[in-house]
C-alpha cells in the first residue's frame, strides 16, 4: 500500500469519528494542488470545467463530471468518507441558485424555496453512513438564508440497481420506476422545490424525483446538480 493511500485510509477513519480534531491532526488541503487551510483553492476552482447546460427541462449543473478535479471530489465526497468536500460542493452551487431564487422571488411570491436531496434508501444510507446529496443541502441551507432544507421530504422506497450499471435514459427510467415517495406531501404541495444531486447524466434520477414531487402537489420543481 502506498503512503498517500495509508494516509487517505487513516484520514477516512478519523474523519468517521472526531470532526473536531481532524482539522488539527490532517489540515485541510486542496484537492488540485495541495494547498494547505482549504479543500479547494481559488486558483484551482477556477479552472474546473463548467458543465454543458443539461438537455431537461428546469434542469441546472455546475461543474463538467469530465473533469478530473470535479470528478474527484465528488468521488471522495461520495466514496471516501471526506464529508467536509460537502461544502466545496455546496459554494459550487450557490450563485447558480441564487440567481434561480430571485427569478423566482420574482415571479412567485410564495414560501421560502425547499431544498430536497436526492435519496439514498435507508439501508444503502446506513451503510454508507451518510448521503452525501443530503449533506449538500444542508451545507446549502446554511449558505442561503432564503431557502429550507428539506432533507427527508423526499424518501427512496426501495433499493434500485445502480445507475452506473443501467446503460441508456430508458432503462434508467425503468429502473428508478416508482422508486421515490414523498413522505409529507402537506408540506410539498404548492411550494418551489429545489431537487439537488451530486451528479447528474442521463436525468433519469432528477425525472422521477420529478414526477413524485408534482404527484405530491409541488408548483414547480427545479433539479440542480454540481456535475453533469
Ligand atoms: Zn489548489
Redesign the pocket.
Known amino acids: 500500500m502506498k503512503v498517500a493511500d495509508v494516509y487517505e485510509k487513516s484520514v477516512d477513519i478519523t474523519r468517521r469519528t472526531s470532526n473536531i480534531c481532524i482539522e488539527a491532526l490532517f489540515p485541510s488541503r486542496?484537492i488540485?494542488?495541495g494547498?494547505l487551510g482549504t479543500h479547494?483553492?481559488p486558483?484551482?476552482l477556477s479552472r474546473v470545467e463548467s458543465a454543458d447546460i443539461p438537455p431537461f427541462p428546469d434542469t441546472y449543473a455546475v461543474w463538467s463530471y469530465r473533469d478530473t478535479l470535479a470528478h474527484t471530489i465528488l468521488w471522495k465526497l461520495k466514496y471516501r468518507s471526506q464529508t467536509a468536500l460537502a461544502d466545496v460542493a455546496a459554494k459550487a452551487l450557490t450563485d447558480i441558485l441564487t440567481e434561480i431564487i430571485a427569478d423566482i422571488t420574482l415571479m412567485e411570491s410564495t414560501a421560502k424555496p425547499l431544498l430536497v436531496p436526492i435519496p439514498l434508501f435507508s439501508a444503502k444510507e446506513k451503510e454508507r453512513g451518510y448521503n452525501q446529496s443530503a449533506l449538500i443541502v444542508q451545507a446549502l441551507a446554511q449558505r442561503l438564508d432564503s431557502t429550507e432544507n428539506g432533507n427527508g421530504i423526499l424518501i427512496k422506497t426501495h433499493e434500485t440497481q445502480s445507475q452506473m450499471a443501467t446503460k441508456t435514459r430508458k432503462t434508467r427510467l425503468e429502473n428508478l420506476r416508482g422508486a421515490f415517495a414523498v413522505s409529507n406531501p402537506a408540506h410539498v404541495t404548492g411550494r418551489v422545490v429545489i431537487v439537488i444531486d451530486d451528479v447528474t447524466t442521463t436525468g433519469a434520477t432528477f425525472a422521477e424525483a420529478r414526477r413524485a414531487l408534482k404527484d405530491a402537489g409541488a408548483k414547480k420543481i427545479i433539479c440542480c446538480a454540481v456535475a453533469h
Open positions: 486542496c488540485g494542488c494547498m479547494l483553492c486558483t484551482c
